[in-house]
């Protein structure tokens, strides 16, 4: 009695302390992800995310004994992870309010409280695995397996800028972050891969390449020990570390890996379902839990993306071979994975199909990339290409040859009759040289019937009754996608990364074969000298394969693929000198847009501009400006655009006509992008040379998702921000100054504003503190004469006013407009300046096109017999189909006119007629004094009108008709002649 007290006493003491470990790593991670550094914060989200909730869920799924793998355990409790940690802010995204760090941390927390609660009720063991294998080969041989996994994809991983696909994930994380939960469902895919991201830009702070690719480099690792552990189970250790061996620099999978894409995350999904029926195939008392565990994973590749159906294939297979006896006497589990598999699938998929987006991705995938009504195709030829950018020849060689070694000896194996086997091998043999070199031999109209070259292979396969049921499994896996991608779809792009596992395994089941074929006749003292050879020959044969890996995907400073045939290697054979037209993923490029944008969000450059990459990336790494309405003031050039169809849409004549060269932007010391400025604006021979290592750092820096929040709560618009330039470009003098009173609108108003003002960003710090703030505002406004200032969002940036205050203390406010939910106010620096000699005006149109915003007097106070300088600011609202006259009266108080000076805008040297939508056109007039001129107060009445007919143009103020169609401006006092 008394030991069993204890021993239950020693038990509650584990748990407890288990228990707190797990409570501290969760504190740790919470802190990491608070106040940490860059590196801290990814560890935190990493522990948070994809760890810990799915350790707690295994506790309770799968009791722990002294036997457990701990590779199964590691990679269980990551893959559950993934499941859970999504799940969960999938929910709160859809919950009201915005999605914060705060707020996901909350809700990991209590996830992880939860679970945790429930185990210590529920009495599961929290126990942490514990690691062996068998002998020190095997200990070695693993560790080799997790560096090379790791290196391919960890190494390098956030030094390629983003790249097609990405930036769309990117881009609706972003938008779910500023409370459009709903743009998930304009999504074509699943809604994983951007949850995913979404949770670890919180983690960061920002959408860092680095950061958002991390999780999805991490569950291509975890698939990769995934394969190994699955086919340490099915076909032993040997197998399973060539497979996973193979997995770990095959380079489509890969090539995703690298990306912030859900194919890391699927694959992994896949993985694990299969491992889970196998295991529940195989067990007897933990088969109900594998089976809950398989339909977890198996519903989450759903939700990830469509493509996770055909692994129902193999799933279907090995519940048969259980039994429907094991489904009656199991209701409950039954039930309960028929309840995930519809909750978790219609949770999210009824929303979707009831959305307004679903009728237009429904109609591109079945009409655009499935089309099965024009079918069987036949995309091996295709495929093929795709393989060999990103695989070596040999690796190919190597893994085809595996694979139909691996099928043709099982098939032998089970028929007797040589015909049985043989004839189908070859005709499967036959069919991958045909499809790849003569595809037109199969075809029969638009449709291509090499399909029934392949099928009698895997049927053989499959209904053979001596082969073994893991062989048949991972058959089914691979010959399910195979089917369907080659044959099935007509543009199945890259998918079928979701037979990579299994042809790795295959592949290497097909390797062994022929390596233990050998080794059975050799004997006595020459085994070991064979097995060492063995070795030998395999690692160096590896070597060659895993080389060119590095070199495609790794190595950057030549970016092998992209530059193909630049740097071409004779080793490596091609059947091409360029590279085909596929779709290429994963291979590292930088041009350096990074650098680009945080120069224009310091405002070094300043202006609109063209280029010559791909519109998704400059769109993500500068901004979606709108298009230059005339001729750019800057070109930006590519080296190597990532899109060929731009790479020369900038005619090479243009830049040397119309530009000079003025800066580059250098990666890893070689110039990658090149600035081009207009030479109206620039200095030919004064070039500047930019690091972009250096100015991606302070990029980073500066980024971060306060700013967009900022941007999209505070009605940030384009036009209104292009308008302001335009006006201010048209008002401004020398030695102006521009207070912004949010530091954010550098960034946006560079992009529009050409001219010269010093840009004062207030505050300079994260806050408004009075002393520095103060002492700011009185430096600038004692550095100028006047100072224009651009009001936005001050209700959150500076909810008491200080700036516009300290503005007004130390100057005085002369006039100010609003351009949408943006003003513009002007402060003079003393009495020089008053309100009547400058006014900006709001909403003063004269038809439908044009619109008066501004005014300057020369003076207000002027003599008789003296010349009234008036300056006009017109705006092009649209596009103007008629030429119009001005008219500029000085009127006295019974309206006569004292003085005037009609003419076309700036002296007919721009008529109306010529004006471009957007467009502010400085009109000057004078007004000629006579001495006869009684003295006075008197206003400038303005207009435009018909030569032709004389009819005035229609004015209007803030929407009301202006009687006699006038603009009255300020008023002139009139003097006698001293």
């Given at each position: ?820 939910n943006l003003r513009l106010a002007l402060y003079a620096s003393d009495d020089r300046i008053t309100s009547a000699t400058e006014r900006y005006l709001d909403g003063v149109r004269l038809g439908d096109e044009i619109e008066l915003i501004a005014y300057r007097l020369s003076e207000d106070v002027v003599e008789s017999g003296r010349v009234l300088r008036l300056t006009l600011y017109w705006q092009a609202l649209g596009q103007i189909d008629q030429d119009y006259t001005v008219f500029t009266h000085l009127i006295g108080s019974s309206n006569r006119i004292w003085a005037q000076h009609d003419s076309q805008p700036q002296g ?71």
């Open positions: 009695m008394e030991r069993s007290e204890h021993l239950l006493r020693a038990m509650a003491s584990r748990q407890i302390k288990s228990a707190g470990v797990i409570v501290a790593l969760a504190a740790l991670s919470n802190v990491a992800l608070l106040a940490g550094s860059p590196f801290l914060q990814l560890l935190g989200g990493l522990v948070l995310f994809c760890f810990l909730p799915g350790f707690l869920l295994l506790a309770l799924i799968l009791p722990q004994p002294d036997s457990t793998d701990f590779l199964e355990r590691i990679l269980l409790s990551g893959g559950a992870s993934y499941v859970l940690s999504t799940l969960a802010l999938l929910m709160l995204v859809f919950l009201p309010g915005e999605t914060t760090l705060l707020s996901l941390l909350l809700m990991l927390d209590f996830l992880i409280v939860a679970l945790l609660a429930w185990c210590l009720v529920a009495g599961s063991r929290l126990r942490w695995p514990r690691f062996a294998l068998r002998d020190r080969a095997h200990l070695i041989s693993l560790i080799v397996l997790v560096a090379l996994a790791a290196f391919f994809r960890f190494a390098a991983l956030g030094y390629s800028e983003y790249q097609g696909d990405e930036i769309d994930v990117a881009t609706l994380a972003r938008e779910i972050l500023v409370g459009q939960g709903g743009a998930l469902f304009s999504h074509r895919k699943g809604p994983v891969e951007i949850i995913v991201a979404t949770a670890f830009a919180l983690f960061h702070g920002q959408f860092d390449e680095l950061a958002l690719r991390l999780p999805f480099a991490l569950a291509s690792f975890l698939t990769v020990m995934a394969a190994y552990m699955l086919g340490r189970r099915m076909f032993g250790q040997r197998v399973a570390l060539l497979a996973a061996a193979l997995l770990a620099i095959e380079g489509i999978f890969l090539g995703f890996s690298r990306m912030v894409q859900y194919q890391g995350v699927v694959a992994l999904m896949l993985t694990l379902t299969v491992y889970c029926f196998y295991r529940f195939a195989g067990e007897e008392e933990m088969a109900p839990r594998y089976q809950l565990l398989g339909v977890v994973f198996f519903t989450f590749g759903l939700l990830t993306h469509y493509e996770a159906v055909p692994i129902a294939l193999p799933v279907l297979f090995l519940c048969g071979r259980k039994g429907l006896g094991f489904f009656r006497e199991n209701k409950r589990t039954l039930l309960a994975s028929v309840g995930i598999l519809a909750g978790m699938i219609l949770a999210y998929y009824v929303p979707f199909v009831l959305s307004p987006y679903f009728g237009e991705i429904f109609s591109e995938y079945v009409g655009h990339r499935v089309s099965v009504e024009r079918g069987p195709f036949n995309n091996l030829a295709l495929y093929f290409s795709s393989s060999l950018v990103y695989n070596s020849v040999y690796y190919l060689i190597l893994m085809f040859a595996g694979l139909s070694l691996a099928c043709a000896l099982r098939l032998k194996q089970a028929q007797e009759r040589l015909q049985r086997w043989l004839i189908p091998s070859l005709l499967f043999v036959l069919g991958l040289v045909i499809s790849i070199g003569f595809p037109s031999l199969l075809s029969a109209g638009k449709a291509n019937y090499g399909v029934l070259l392949f099928l009698p292979f895997p049927l053989m396969l499959v209904f053979s009754r001596r082969i073994e049921a893991a062989a048949k499994t991972i058959v089914l896996w691979f010959f399910s996608y195979f089917i369907l991608y080659a044959f099935v779809f007509r543009e199945p792009g890259l998918h079928y990364y979701c037979l990579s596992p299994a042809w790795a395994l295959l592949a290497a089941l097909g390797v062994d074969d022929f390596y233990r074929s050998l080794a059975a006749r050799v004997t006595g003292v020459g085994r070991k000298p064979y097995q060492l050879g063995a070795i030998v020959f395999a690692v160096l044969l590896y070597i060659l394969f895993a080389f060119y890996t590095c070199i495609a995907f790794i190595e950057h400073d030549i970016e092998y693929i992209l530059s193909f045939p630049q740097h071409r290697m004779a080793l490596y054979w091609t059947p091409w000198d360029r590279l085909p037209r596929v779709g290429l993923f994963g291979f590292p490029h930088k041009s350096g847009w990074k650098t680009v944008g945080y120069l224009y969000r310091v405002g070094l450059l300043r202006g609109d501009h063209k280029n010559n990459e791909g519109p998704e990336i400059v769109r993500w790494y500068l901004r979606e400006t709108l298009p230059p309405t005339g001729q750019p003031r800057y070109l930006f050039v590519a080296g190597r655009s990532t899109r060929k169809k731009y790479q020369n849409s900038i005619p090479q004549q243009l830049i040397d006509e119309e530009y000079n060269l003025v800066g580059k932007v250098l990666v890893d010391h070689q110039p990658k992008l090149f600035i081009y400025e207009d030479k109206d604006s620039s200095v030919e021979g004064l070039i500047m040379e930019c690091e972009a290592e250096e100015y991606e750092a302070l990029n980073d820096e500066a980024d971060s998702l306060a700013d967009y929040r900022f941007y999209r709560e505070h009605g940030g618009e384009e036009a209104n921000f292009h308008h302001v330039a335009r006006f201010l470009e048209a008002v401004s003098l020398p030695g102006d100054g521009l207070v912004l009173n949010v530091p954010e609108q550098v960034g946006v108003l560079s992009y529009y504003y050409r001219g010269q003002l010093p840009y004062y960003p207030l505050p300079e710090g994260p806050t408004v503190e009075e002393g520095t703030t103060e002492a700011q505002v009185r430096g600038i406004m004692t550095g100028h004469d006047r100072v224009h200032a651009l009001f936005w969002g001050a209700e959150e940036r500076d909810p008491r006013g200080l700036i516009e205050g300290w503005l007004d203390q130390y100057g005085h406010k002369t006039t100010e407009r609003h351009f949408g007919g040297q721009h008529p109306t007629l010529h004006w471009v939508e957007g467009e502010v056109v400085i009109d000057e007039h004078e007004l000629i004094l006579a001495d006869d001129v009684p003295p006075g107060e008197y206003q400038i009445e303005v207009g435009m009108y018909d030569w032709v007919s004389g009819q005035r143009l229609v004015v209007s103020e803030g929407g009301q008709w202006v009687p006699e169609n006038r603009v009255i401006l300020g008023t002139v006092h009139l003097r006698s002649r001293s």
